[in-house]
């Protein structure tokens, strides 16, 4: 099976988020399940300069007034992946990240140059190109709304359309932009429509992707539930609900190369569920390193993620000074609000030897932390799928997680049915509040004082599989579905 794999980030060539190390690892994984699985996305210049490519020789014109973009192909660092890369100098290879210019402010043409990624995506599908290329994609599989045009694209091209499946992973970023960027986009006026575009009288990218494509999945079977409500639909619950019997919820997985403290050379020291004498040290080092006192018994919380609201962070800073007068310390690493950005080091400078706040992102001490730290934080208002919570589990840190999306989905609450069952993997909270947070990290840590109910605790947690051989599994039934269909239709 042929499947183009389009995104506009990819770990571990540029990354602001777990878009990015999805995109990373599950063609990867649907590449050793025996499928041909090839990424698209931007030639911004870090992915130029982290990997070698070659001209393909291919010119595609995209959009009206901006240059024809080279196509350029390569591979993934892995060696295995194959990658193609839309090269169009005046829309990607620009100072900031994909989606911002230094200054923190999204690019003005961001509906430019992702609708450039999409339409270059509908395209490579297209006789004559792939026939160029030698590869027929029978599936598009395109993600979030910087590549949701595609399946807009397609509606209009002659001829008969491989499927395409739409990955929502977060509903909260829509692309949505003012209907003076449609001649722009080169789609006709007609496609701006309730059944189109038209999104309360702007363009948005994600309806489209919503409406065309034939096929939508989310990131965990909890949060396909959850975006058919008002409260996560964002306006578009009334369009996903009538799609429901077209959507299915698919949870992420985790790169047990990447995440794996057995063989995880970002550490200080490696260990296993057999063996945990490895974490302690773990958490001993970073200690010493980030100057907190050095006590192996006192119990080390820990976060790392974008400093939002969305995230839960400022119900954190709320009931902090109460979790550290229980003896308590905490590591954060992240970035984002400024006044949570202030509020946290403010808490640093007053608890100097119990609290730690690292702003910005730093993948080794991202493995660090979740290595050395004892519970792991993620109050969050909503979750798609999260990725933070299995990595933490696999490392032995207990996660402290509302019910919600993803979070709902993979962690098994502490619950005495639970214990007894040997299922328990963390803590579960409902309430979206700071009192619900604060009685679930006391309830926490006073089981962590049991030591030998706790290392049981840690066992059952780094034995849960969240491997991405699962969700590829998953994955390639639903491709395999998608392409039946197609070719039936066509029969």
């Not at 060539?13 to 994984?29: E, H, I, R, W």
């Not at 003005?108 to 792939?130: H, M, V, Y």
């Not at 395409?164 to 209907?179: D, K, R």
């Not at 964002?234 to 985790?254: F, K, P, V």
């Amino acid at each position: 099976m042929h499947t183009l794999f389009v995104t506009s980030e990819a770990y571990p060539l540029v990354k602001t988020g777990g878009l990015a190390d999805v995109s990373g690892a599950l063609p990867a994984a649907l590449r050793q399940l025996g499928v041909d699985a090839r990424l698209l996305l931007p030639a911004y210049t870090c992915v130029l300069d982290a990997i070698g490519t070659r001209d393909t020789g291919l010119l595609l014109p995209l959009l009206p007034g901006i240059e024809a973009a080279r196509l350029r192909f390569g591979k993934m660092p892995d060696g295995e992946t194959p990658v193609y890369v839309l090269d169009c100098p005046s829309l990607y290879q620009r100072a900031g990240d994909p989606y911002h210019d230094t200054q923190g402010l999204e690019w003005r043409d961001n509906d430019l140059r992702f609708a450039a990624l999409s339409k270059a995506a509908a395209l490579l599908a297209t006789p004559e190109i792939a026939h160029n290329l030698d590869f027929h994609p029978q599936l598009i599989h395109c993600n979030d709304w910087q590549t949701s045009l595609t399946p807009a694209y397609q509606r209009y091209m002659p001829g008969k359309q491989p499927p395409t499946l739409l990955s929502i992973h977060n509903m909260a970023y829509q692309g949505v932009f003012t209907p003076k960027s449609l001649p722009s986009l080169g789609l006709p006026w007609e496609s701006y429509s309730i059944q189109g575009l038209e999104f309360y009288g702007l363009v948005s990218f994600l309806k489209a992707g919503l409406f065309y494509a034939d096929w939508l999945s989310t990131v965990s079977p909890t949060y396909a539930q959850e975006i058919q409500t008002e409260e996560f639909g964002y306006g578009l619950q009334g369009l996903l609900h009538n799609r429901r019997d077209s959507l299915t919820g698919l949870l992420n997985g985790i790169d047990e190369q990447q995440w794996n403290p057995a063989t995880d050379t970002r550490l200080f020291a490696q260990y296993s569920s057999k063996d945990l004498r490895g974490k302690a040290h773990n958490k001993q080092e970073l200690q010493r390193r980030l100057g907190l006192n050095l006590e192996a018994k006192t119990p080390l919380l820990a976060c790392i993620t974008r400093l939002t609201e969305q995230k839960g962070i400022d119900l954190v800073v709320k009931v902090l000074p109460q979790i550290l007068a229980e003896g308590a310390q905490f590591v954060i690493l992240g970035s984002g609000d400024k006044k949570l950005e202030q509020a946290l080091s403010q808490l640093a400078a007053s608890y100097p030897q119990q609290v730690s706040v690292t702003l910005g992102y730093n993948e080794n001490l991202s493995h660090r932390i979740e290595a050395a730290a004892d519970i792991f934080l993620m109050p969050s208002r909503f979750e798609p799928c999260g990725l933070n919570q299995m990595y933490s589990m696999s490392y032995g840190t207990l996660p402290i997680v509302r019910r919600t999306g993803g979070l709902a989905d993979t962690v098994t609450p502490v619950t005495p049915a639970n214990l007894d069952n040997r299922s328990a993997t963390g803590f579960v909270f409902d309430h979206e509040d700071a009192d619900a947070l604060l009685q679930t990290t006391q309830y926490a840590l006073v089981l962590y004082r049991q030591r030998g109910l706790w290392q049981s605790l840690q066992r059952n947690a780094m034995q849960r599989d969240f491997s991405w051989r699962r969700s590829a599994q998953a994955y390639l039934q639903l491709y395999q579905q998608l392409v039946g269909t197609a070719h039936n239709s066509i029969g």
